[in-house]
């Protein structure tokens, strides 16, 4: 995982993530699958996850999700879904791999920013943008079979 370290000064504090953004609280770490998430919110994988069936449901509006670890599944089940009306959405994957579900990612919602992850051996879907406006933005996302 990056480095979690908190900084004050004159501009106040701040959770400080290396390689990564700042934000003004700690993440929630998601520790374990399934994990649902119902607020919005800077959520973190913190070590290697694996799921048998779904691993992480993003239900609520404006999440931020940093990948710092490798998701991986037993061939079924989803690693990543965002709910239709789950709006805002931002999953990063520091270049962390999604391997061995059914399905990688599904957005549902339609205007997820999913960037850097490569989706590995996933036997359906690698990224599925399901959402009704389809205004899903894809940066360096990377597809291996």
Do not use: H
Request: charged share 10%.
């Amino acid at each position: 995982m990056g480095k979690l370290a908190w900084a004050s000064g004159s501009l106040g504090a701040l959770w400080l993530v290396s390689g990564g953004p700042a934000f003004a609280m700690a993440p929630t770490v998601i520790s374990s699958c399934p994990f649902i998430i119902m607020a919005a919110g800077y959520y973190a994988t913190e070590s290697e996850l694996s799921a048998t069936g779904d691993c992480i449901s993003i239900k609520a509006s404006n999440v931020t999700l940093v990948m710092y670890s490798t998701i991986t599944g037993n061939n079924t089940g989803t690693a990543i879904t965002i709910a239709k009306g789950a709006t805002g959405a931002v999953v990063r994957g520091n270049s962390n791999y999604i391997q061995n579900f059914a399905n990688g990612i599904v957005d549902n919602a339609g205007d997820a920013a999913i960037g850097s992850v490569t989706l590995s051996s996933n036997a359906g879907t690698a990224l599925l943008l399901a959402g009704t406006d389809s205004r899903s933005t894809m940066v360096d996302v990377v597809t291996a079979t």
